[in-house]
């Protein structure tokens, strides 16, 4: 079974990539670059002209072809185009490699190279999700908000909600953005933009279904997780939204009030954080309290019963998915609890 979390990375693997079969005849004679005196050590050095490929997969090799390097030495004087001695960069590439490093004179130079993950490739797109023509969900209005996990900030802003749009021709209206919590302690809280939405001229008269992301943002405060309220505690006024518990309960009870929609809470796999977990018990005895759906990632070991090969083509990190992960492995979880909602 897959961990919750990628294997650690001990050290960083590096690569010394040679610079070619003509490196020596390019190498300046003796005491040029570095004197014994020290007048013309390399003071830094800079990158001119970046190598012609930028854009890798995982997997690839670093190709530094095209590059260019400038050095600077401490006398004031320039060495243009100057043959780097070697290149430090992961060999092969991996979705943590974000810079090669090419070395001249006991510096470095950094360029900064993008790496796609497997699972993100376009086969795994929205574009390329077949649509369902007779889907119970076309046409309905599903309201989505959350943080980056709902954004699908892992796979170029594509999420559950986007395949569900695509794939059953239901309006998503993805009220997402990453880095922000449940608890009400700043203007771009969970709670605030839910008021601001329902506070604007464009709001949906009438939702289908409601989802809310069980914000990984809030686990890293434990101490504003709040308590939950006793069964008679109803009215929307009566939570202390500052505190992730009692927006939750604030959430629920405006969006019930608002639109008396089937509501979901959805979580996300274990990550090996105790207080994500304790944030999941919480919502559960919110959601028994509410009558409100949970879409349990969290709990369901058949779902997160994974081979290493299928957790590193499903995930980006511990937290956020890929474009595979949330097409293949995320979406018939969604799709059940919504389409179950829409009768």
């Known amino acids: 079974?897959?961990?919750?979390?990628?294997?650690?990375?001990?050290?960083?693997?590096?690569s010394l990539t040679a610079c070619g079969e003509n490196q020596d005849a390019r190498l300046p004679a003796a005491g040029d670059a570095q004197s014994a005196g020290g007048e013309k050590e390399v003071w830094q050095l800079s990158i001119v002209q970046p190598p012609e490929k930028l854009?890798?997969?995982?997997g690839e090799t670093f190709d530094p072809t095209g590059v260019v390097i400038q050095a600077q030495l401490r006398d004031g004087s320039v060495l243009g185009d100057v043959p780097?001695?070697?290149?430090?960069?992961?060999a092969p590439l991996t979705r943590t490699s974000l810079y090669a490093k090419f070395v001249y004179g006991g510096k470095t130079a950094e360029q900064k190279i993008n790496v796609t993950l497997i699972g993100n490739r376009d086969e795994y797109s929205v574009a390329n999700t077949e649509?369902?023509?007779?889907s119970a969900l076309r046409g309905k209005t599903i309201?989505?908000?959350?943080?980056?996990?709902?954004?699908?900030?892992s796979a170029g802003g594509e999420s559950m909600a986007d395949f569900i749009a695509k794939k059953h021709g239901a309006?998503?209206?993805?009220?997402?953005?990453?880095g922000t919590t449940l608890a009400d302690v700043n203007e771009e809280s969970y709670v605030e933009r839910l008021d601001a939405y329902l506070a604007s001229p464009d709001r949906a008269d009438q939702v289908d279904a409601f989802v809310c992301q069980l914000?990984?943002?809030?686990?890293?405060?434990?101490?504003?997780?709040?308590?939950v309220t006793g069964d008679d505690v109803r009215d929307a006024s009566a939570f202390d939204r500052t505190t992730t518990f009692g927006a939750m309960e604030y959430i629920i009870a405006t969006a019930r009030e608002t639109w008396d929609c089937p509501i979901y809470f959805y979580t996300n796999p274990p990550m090996g954080d105790e207080n994500y977990g304790t944030m999941v018990d919480a919502l559960e005895q919110i959601a028994a309290k509410w009558d409100v759906g949970i879409i349990d990632l969290y709990r369901d070991e058949a779902f997160n019963d994974l081979a290493d090969e299928e957790w590193d083509l499903y995930m980006s990190d511990s937290i956020h998915p890929t474009k595979a992960?949330?097409?293949e492995w995320w979406l018939p979880k969604f799709e059940e609890a919504l389409l179950e909602a829409a009768g």
């Open 215 to 227: 914000s990984t943002n809030d686990k890293g405060f434990p101490d504003r997780f709040g308590t």
């Open 55 to 58: 854009d890798y997969e995982e």
């Open 143 to 153: 309201y989505w908000l959350g943080s980056s996990v709902t954004v699908g900030a």
């Open 131 to 134: 649509e369902l023509a007779d």
């Open 84 to 90: 780097y001695e070697g290149v430090i960069v992961d």
């Open 325 to 327: 992960g949330y097409r």
């Open 1 to 14: 079974m897959k961990k919750w979390m990628l294997p650690l990375l001990v050290g960083l693997m590096l």
């Open 171 to 178: 309006v998503c209206i993805k009220e997402a953005v990453s």
